[in-house]
């Protein structure tokens, strides 16, 4: 008992455990465990910041679990952790700049909040003072970070090369990244999905 709780109490462990609740709610197909391991996961990366806080993994996981809890209590409070989310994830790159996927994520936040929709940015403009921004610009310049820190580390990343290449109209770049995501070799149902995203925004742009 005392031998759990010890190792319960240590912030390495706890952003692990995090991570394997995460990962676990992705794999499940029942709504109910995947809803209970979500907020599992989140209560172990806070308790993983609150006893870690100069773990980067320990924000970097916060981040990418309190993302997940939005899908859960509605775009409001998807929205209003905008901006909590960013800070972790900044946060995690100030003590580690080397984490090709942190900057990855951080890159996504950019991506998405860059194309939010106009109701939603509606909500954000109540919500805030000053509502979240950012540009597929500065979202480029993180994919293209974290690419340069491990080359073609995660096949997500190449697929939104591709994908911010097209919003900025640079077709032949676009397609450059696009074809490496399809040629990515498949070891994960991620991989899957980003193989088949590349190869449908592919053939919209007449490649085959």
């Given at each position: ?71 859960y209590e509605g775009i409001q409070v998807k929205i209003s952790n905008v901006f909590e ?113 590349a190869t449908g925004l592919l053939n919209s742009l007449g490649i085959k």
């Open positions: 008992m005392n031998r759990t709780k010890r190792h319960t109490e240590n912030g390495e462990l706890l952003w692990r455990l995090a991570r394997a609740a995460h990962d676990y709610s992705l794999l499940s197909t029942k709504p109910a465990e995947k809803k209970r391991l979500v907020y599992e996961a989140i209560d172990f990366a806070k308790k993983a910041l609150d006893k870690d806080p100069s773990n980067f993994a320990a924000h970097k996981w916060y981040a990418i679990c309190l993302s997940d809890i939005g899908d989310i960013k800070k972790h994830f900044e946060k995690a790159i100030e003590l580690n700049n080397k984490d090709a996927t942190t900057i990855h994520l951080l890159g996504l936040w950019s991506y998405f909040v860059a194309e939010m929709p106009w109701a939603q940015r509606k909500i954000a403009s109540v919500l805030f003072t000053t509502p979240p921004t950012s540009t597929f610009e500065k979202a480029l310049k993180l994919f293209e970070r974290a690419e340069e820190v491990s080359p073609n580390f995660y096949s997500k990343n190449l697929l939104f090369l591709g994908k911010t290449f097209l919003k900025l109209k640079n077709k032949e770049k676009a397609i450059a990244w696009l074809l490496k995501a399809k040629q990515v070799t498949a070891r994960t149902e991620e991989d899957k999905e980003v193989i088949k995203e």
